[in-house]
């Protein structure tokens, strides 16, 4: 595909859904057109062969397509939000938050997602082809063997997850909020630093499991999901929930974490609270009203855990609001 006037990018992103609206210099600024949310892309050429996508999605949009390069690796990390990522073979796998996670040619999904609307990240892609030839003497100046950190992520499947490690955590985070209309140059500097220690480091430890799903699972725990939030004054239990979706408690209580970021009750009080913030700006109820709303009969036990999820008690909210 080409930016807006022609120059080339190294993978198509127009089937994905986004259009290019802006563009500058090694840079393209696209945005999803979507009812039902929001979407916004900045593809910025780093090196030859390698782009960083930093991605900004409020939205429900379900993404499918296929890369059209021969060979490709990305690294992706979620900043915010879960991203969904169903392969060709009906399982799913997650990127949850901070955590940074490898794609060796994967081409195709079937169908990817954002489970909680909000995902705020970066992906870097490589053109395997480009890298291994044009920048290979570039970054041996470094200490980079790129084809080693494709092996030691990837020699044992297509995909790799990483999260904890402190080191590698500053370098994505300074990544991901660099402004690359200004500092550029920096953010390739953090790039090759994530390289060179990807290249040297002992990352055997560094390594996180990977969760695959079958899509069955994964739509057996959205549906109780949705059970689990449709009425907040209702109360469920996991044993329940789990029985009638015909599916282990253990396996639900994983999923939903990966899919949603918490577990089933610390999700089911967040949603209940900001569902109760909502009603604190709508000023049509008492603080004890909006309690009982949300499923709280004790204001005591609303009041906990409204300070455990927004930071403050309701009526400190009220005051602010």
């Given amino acids: 595909m080409g930016t807006a006037e022609g120059k080339p990018l190294n ?16 840079m393209v600024f696209y945005e999803l057109e979507d009812k039902d949310g929001y979407g916004k892309m900045l593809v910025c050429r780093l090196f030859p062969g390698i782009y960083i996508y930093y991605n900004d999605y409020n939205t429900t949009h379900v993404f499918s397509g296929k890369f059209s390069l021969n060979s490709y690796f990305q690294l992706s990390y979620s900043y915010e939000g879960t991203y969904e990522f169903e392969l060709k073979d ?11 996670i490898a794609f060796h040619n994967i081409f195709e999904s079937l169908g990817s997602k954002f489970p909680q609307k909000i995902y705020k990240g970066f992906a870097l892609t490589f053109d395997i082809e480009a890298v291994t030839g044009e920048m290979k003497k570039y970054f041996s100046d470094f200490s980079i063997e790129f084809e080693q950190i494709i092996t030691k992520l990837c020699e044992d499947n297509n995909v790799f997850v990483m999260k904890g490690n402190p080191q590698i955590q500053d370098i994505l985070e300074k990544i991901y909020f660099s402004n690359p209309f200004e500092k550029t140059s920096y953010i390739k500097i953090k790039v090759l630093e994530l390289l060179h220690l990807l290249s040297n480091e002992d990352i055997s430890e560094m390594k996180y499991r990977c969760s695959y799903y079958d899509k069955n699972t994964v739509l057996k725990v959205r549906k109780a999901k949705e059970q689990l939030v449709e009425d907040l004054t209702k109360h469920h239990t996991i044993e329940v929930l789990a029985k009638e979706h015909h599916i282990t408690k253990t396996l639900l209580k994983a999923c939903f974490k990966d899919m949603y970021g918490l577990p089933p009750y610390e999700y089911l009080k967040k949603t209940r609270m900001n569902q109760a913030a909502l009603y604190m700006k709508h000023g049509k109820y008492s603080i004890c009203e909006i309690g009982g709303l949300v499923g709280y009969q004790n204001a005591s036990k609303f009041s906990g855990a409204f300070k455990d999820v927004l930071g403050i008690t309701p009526s400190e909210y009220l005051r602010r609001n």
């Fill in 11 to 26: 993978v198509s992103i127009i089937q994905f859904g986004l259009k290019p609206v802006k563009e500058a210099e090694s």
């Fill in 90 to 100: 009906n399982r799913c796998i997650y990127i949850g938050e901070r955590e940074l």
